[in-house]
T-cell receptor, first 114, second 112 residues
Framework: KAGVTQTPRYLIKTRGQQVTLSCSPI?????VSWYQQTPGQGLQFLFE???????NKGNFPGRFSGRQFSNSRSEMNVSTLELGDSALYLC?????????????FGPGTRLTVT | SQQGEEDPQALSIQEGENATMNCSYK?????LQWYRQNSGRGLVHLIL?????REKHSGRLRVTLDTSKKSSSLLITASRAADTASYFC????????????FGQGTRLTINP
């Protein structure tokens, strides 16, 4: 099976702009989670989508949003970018059977905000 | 907070030696998972251990869990240069919650 794919891999944006990141999960995986990784805060959970619904949410401002499509592909959007949003954004998919679930991560999108 | 705290933050050993990393947490857990990350890339799942398990093995990896001490350890035996990476413990969520709460990680360097 192909792994989790994320596009784009690298992105440079300017403060105030918005950005959309994309994630394609492993075939058959219906849960998609997003994480932000920064040197200062480490790996932090953003949100999780399952069956096109946000099922869990981390402690991030409303500028961070996401959605999931019927084919389980997911996008996350960050509006009004701030310098502190510079980070590696990781997407992970997991099956919904066989709890507890391990997560399969994509290579990440490196976002730089200038 | 459920966040795992890892110790040491950095570890440098010679190839062939064993490496041990520790993770402590504060509240009861359902499961604990270990992941590896190479140079700012995606994370790779290593081992998942349930709260009712005490030890699990996978190849050169051994994970222990002591729920009375709220701690876990990851042992890598006969280390190789390719094991150089950051290692994270993560507290797994309850059923229906895919959220992982990660520790800050241990940076492992294997010297040839």
């Amino acid at each position: 099976k192909a792994g989790v794919t994320q596009t784009p891999r690298y992105l440079i944006k300017t403060r105030g702009q918005q950005v959309t990141l994309s994630c394609s999960p492993i075939s058959g995986h219906r849960s998609v989670s997003w994480y932000q990784q920064t040197p200062g805060q480490g790996l932090q959970f953003l949100f999780e989508y399952f069956s096109e619904t946000q099922r869990n949410k981390g402690n991030f401002p409303g500028r961070f949003s996401g959605r999931q499509f019927s084919n389980s592909r997911s996008e996350m959007n960050v509006s009004t970018l701030e310098l502190g949003d510079s980070a590696l954004y990781l997407c992970a998919s997991s099956p919904i059977t066989g709890f507890p679930y391990e997560q399969y991560f994509g290579p990440g999108t490196r976002l730089t905000v200038t | 907070s459920q966040q795992g705290e890892e110790d040491p933050q950095a570890l440098s050993i010679q190839e062939g030696e064993n490496a041990t990393m520790n993770c402590s947490y504060k509240t009861s857990i359902n499961n604990l998972q270990w992941y590896r990350q190479n140079s700012g890339r995606g994370l790779v799942h290593l081992i998942l251990i349930r709260s009712n398990e005490r030890e699990k093995h996978s190849g050169r990896l051994r994970v222990t869990l002591d729920t009375s001490k709220k701690s876990s350890s990851l042992l890598i035996t006969a280390s190789r240069a390719a094991d150089t990476a950051s290692y994270f413990c993560a507290i797994g969520g309850p059923q229906g919650a895919q959220k992982l709460v990660f520790g800050q990680g241990t940076r492992l360097t294997i010297n040839p």
